[in-house]
């Protein structure tokens, strides 16, 4: 299964709609207590649980966890990287300086081992081809644990919608089922969200919990108590030790 644009390309045109819709961003994707303001209240919780000193945020955007993350632990190192430079541009306007928010891959941080004791990431995974690599290099810069706030595609949709993609990746078919209904190219393209990836925080659960001491879960959106079933939104918090 070929898709018909590389990754690369991909990553351009992603970078492009966020580029040309940067003066709306917080408008198209910055809501007042919305699933991602819910995480990051948690968030704020697990670092002083956990003492935290020193965090990353992959895909800042425009600033807000890191200008709420500032507000209310200014003493905390907070550094933040975003690939595209218009979005960039109104995180600096908003107070954020270019040397705590600088340009950067999610595929490859450019820091040492353990040198954040957090990294987090809010709503970007599901706009990367591999998100694995990017949580692998979550973890390897993380000191003390990751927070990711991010999309469940399996309880996303009414129930029968639920009932059946939860059934084909059962199968091992979820793949093949989105390669279809994406006429081979993996991705969808909207106005609202730019170029998406059909992801579920799930998918790389095992993977975080293999490098983690404990591993919590929490719905941010309305679900049941099976969250994989009924919840769009999850949060998630990996402690490494």
Known sequence: MKNTLDSTSE???QRRYYA???NKYDSLHVHEKDNHY???CVMMGAIEFLDIES???VGSGTGRSMLRVKQ???????RGIEPVRELREIAYAKGISPEALTEG???QLHFEDGQFDLVCAFGVLHHIRTPEVAIQEMLRVAKKGIFISDSNNFGQGHFLSRTIKQALNSMGLWPVADWIKTKGRGYTISEGDGLAYSYSIFNN???IYQSCKSVHLLNTSPGGINLYKTSDNLALLGIKN
Not at 72 to 78: A, D, K, R
Request: include cysteine.
């Open 38 to 40: 819910f995480a990051l």
């Open 205 to 207: 659960y095992r993977q």
């Open 72 to 78: 209310q632990c200014p003493n905390l190192i907070v």
């Open 55 to 57: 965090m990353l945020e």
């Open 11 to 13: 990553v351009e045109i």
């Open 20 to 22: 040309e819709t940067a």
């Open 105 to 107: 891959d999610a595929l």
